[in-house]
T-cell receptor
Framework: AQSVTQPDIHITVSEGASLELRCNYS??????LFWYVQSPGQGLQLLLK??????LVQGIKGFEAEFKRSQSSFNLRKPSVHWSDAAEYFC?????????????FGPGTRLSVLP | EAQVTQNPRYLITVTGKKLTVTCSQN?????MSWYRQDPGLGLRQIYY???????DKGDVPEGYKVSRKEKRNFPLILESPSPNQTSLYFC????????????FGSGTRLTVV
């Protein structure tokens, strides 16, 4: 069955510290991979995506993610966290041939940032 | 601006009173979907639509209806809302080939009393 796991429900980091949010997936073939961010009271915004090529992808707001096929992982990183990064982060996968299939979202990781 | 527009943003209603949450997108996306988000349960798909007049159930369709008469609109209908449908609802759209991912609406917070 298709699934996405985000092992960390809640992470707290200090402002300026580095961040890594984990994402693992189970899928029939290498899917398209996405990270979304949801700020309080807002909808989900696309941070970055991977579909082919360089396995390290850059996104908005200084985020990057690395796809590791052997580990079925797509971890999100940021070298220096800002207070405004406090939000919920969702990893998602989508099929390459989309007819009749759907995105699968992870349960989310809530990020708190200490001043 | 490319966007998915949901209305209303907030809604409080009483049990059994029919309501409709509207969703409209201006990106000519074929695929549209409704999700509900509940604490500890993440995003769960209610219904989706591959194109006009083509809809199908997601993971939690009970108590909901949808229609897709036009490509841009995908309303969510609660014929007889119940308190367990109190939730945060999101509409999303994408091209059928999913490499661009979803574009989400801003959400509708529904409270059924």
């Amino acid at each position: 069955a298709q699934s996405v796991t985000q092992p960390d429900i809640h992470i707290t980091v200090s402002e300026g510290a580095s961040l890594e949010l984990r994402c693992n997936y189970s899928y029939g073939a290498t899917p398209y991979l996405f990270w979304y961010v949801q700020s309080p009271g807002q909808g989900l915004q696309l941070l970055l995506k991977y579909f082919s090529g360089d396995t390290l992808v850059q996104g908005i707001k200084g985020f990057e993610a690395e796809f590791k096929r052997s580990q079925s992982s797509f971890n999100l990183r940021k070298p220096s966290v800002h207070w405004s990064d406090a939000a919920e982060y969702f990893c998602a996968v989508g099929p390459r041939d989309n007819y009749g299939q759907n995105f699968v979202f992870g349960p989310g990781t809530r990020l708190s940032v200490l001043p | 601006e490319a966007q998915v527009t949901q209305n209303p943003r907030y809604l409080i209603t009483v049990t059994g009173k029919k309501l409709t949450v509207t969703c409209s997108q201006n990106m000519n996306h074929e695929y549209m979907s409704w999700y509900r988000q509940d604490p500890g349960l993440g995003l769960r798909q209610i219904y989706y639509s591959m194109n006009v007049e083509v809809t199908d159930k997601g993971d939690v369709p009970e108590g909901y209806k949808v229609s897709r008469k036009e490509k841009r609109n995908f309303p969510l209908i609660l014929e007889s809302p119940s308190p367990n449908q109190t939730s945060l609802y999101f509409c999303a759209s994408s091209y059928v080939r999913g490499r661009d991912g979803y574009t989400f609406g801003s959400g509708t917070r529904l409270t059924v009393v």
